[in-house]
């Protein structure tokens, strides 16, 4: 079944992607793995083998933009879990949902009623979903909440710490 991996930058999904071929390519050395980053880079054929990978099954995560998980691969994500092959959305940089959209992306505005139809469209099992940042405030941890789900369904686990900066 797939993950759905909703990042902010291409660059990230890249670099995510790359990380976990290898992890899947140590554990299944004999498997053949589509794209797992799905961006504006890729070329038609390899769109293709995203998408067929997707309707067969065999997808086992993608890292996209919220652009594409609410635009062009929408349909085919509300079909998986239509289909019990979506186990899990993850959110990352979730702050971004609140902080941005109106002028600036505003497809992050759009990934809760995206959520919301998955959840509907699940055949058997719920869809987990991961909203995952380092700099949630109270407040935006609120307004997540609301937006992402029932509040008695909805878990926070927080670890909030100092960091040291770059230098």
């Not at 793995?33 to 799905?38: D, E, G, I, N, T």
């Not at 083998?49 to 062009?72: D, H, K, M, Y």
């Not at 002028?103 to 505005?109: L, N």
Request: with cysteine; hydrophobic share 45%; charged share 20%.
């Amino acid at each position: 079944s797939l993950t759905l991996a909703i990042v902010a930058t291409v660059a990230l999904a890249i670099d995510q992607a790359d990380r976990m071929r290898h992890l899947l390519q140590e554990r299944f050395p004999h498997r053949e793995l589509p794209s797992l980053a799905f961006h504006g880079g890729l070329n038609l054929e390899q769109r293709q083998a995203v998408w067929r990978a997707i309707r067969n099954g065999v997808q086992p995560v993608l890292f996209t933009s919220p652009e594409n998980a609410t635009g062009s691969l929408r349909d085919l994500i509300e079909q998986s879990a239509a289909e019990g092959r979506l186990d899990h959305v993850i959110i990352d940089e979730a702050h971004l949902v609140v902080g941005w959209g109106n002028g600036f992306r505003p497809a992050f505005q759009l990934l809760p009623a995206l959520v919301r139809a998955i959840r509907e469209r699940a055949c058997t099992k719920a869809v987990r979903v991961v909203l995952a940042s380092a700099t949630l405030t109270a407040s935006t941890t609120d307004t997540l909440r609301r937006l992402f789900g029932a509040p008695e369904k909805t878990y926070v686990v927080a670890a909030i710490h100092l960091r040291p900066e770059p230098r």
